[in-house]
């Protein structure tokens, strides 16, 4: 099984700033396989990016990932109120198709 | 536009069975995975199996195996997970999901 390990557990940020998220796999993920989701509370995950840097629909320009092997980065350029949340990297390029355990991005 | 939505809450007794269903409307149903996450209260995220509803089988997280049953019904666009042996630690918030869509989820709480 691939562990993702997701770090800092808490990014304290203002708005306007850049956030810098990573992600790291134990082994290779696949075909960069790679997923982030954004979850604020009480609402489902929403998919921001999948294949390790190609953005979901409607998913706005400031949000970027990238990397590939075992490390994996997700950057909001500049932070905008509703950006404050949790985010989750998951792996689907080996079952079972795991889940970091999460960065809260909170307003400083 | 796929949409999911997904069953009503649910109140089990340890060691009883639920099955949550999430209906699909819109886009392809049979050649796309759909995917069951399970969150615990204040908890993250947790895949616990899959399916391709063309195929038929699914594929399941080895926590999961021997308890969790994923089936798909194409006739109606509909995907169900079964957890059975329910214990306190089942009490989740319960999502289907297939692409970038998301069901809304189902509470299933496990309770004497």
């Known amino acids: 099984e691939i562990v993702l390990t997701q770090s800092p557990g808490t990014l304290s940020l203002s708005p306007g700033e850049r956030a810098t998220l990573s992600c790291r796999a134990s082994q290779s993920v696949s075909s960069s396989y790679l997923a982030w989701y954004q979850q604020k509370p009480g609402q489902a995950p929403r998919l921001l990016i999948y294949g390790a840097s190609t953005r979901a629909t409607g998913i706005p320009a400031r949000f970027s990932g990238s990397g590939s092997g075992t490390d994996f980065t997700l950057t909001i350029s500049r932070l905008e109120p509703e950006d404050f949340a949790v985010y989750y990297c998951?792996?689907?390029?080996?079952?079972?198709?795991?889940f970091g355990q999460g960065t809260k991005l909170e307003i400083k | 536009q796929v949409q999911l939505v997904q069953s009503g809450a649910e109140v089990k007794k340890p060691g009883s069975s639920v099955k949550v269903s999430c209906k699909a409307s819109g886009g392809t149903f049979s050649s796309y995975a759909i995917s069951w996450v399970r969150q615990a209260p204040g908890q993250g995220l947790e895949w616990m199996g899959g399916?391709?509803?063309?195929?038929?089988?699914?594929n399941y997280a080895q926590k999961f195996q021997g308890r969790v049953t994923i089936t798909a019904d194409e006739s109606t666009s509909t995907a169900y997970m079964e957890l059975s042996s329910l214990r306190s630690e089942d009490t989740a918030v319960y999502y289907c999901?297939?692409?970038?869509?998301w069901g809304q989820g189902t509470l299933v709480t496990v309770s004497s």
């Open positions: 999901a297939k692409g970038e869509e």
């Open positions: 998951q792996q689907y390029g080996s079952s079972p198709y795991t």
């Open positions: 399916i391709i509803p063309i195929f038929g089988t699914a």
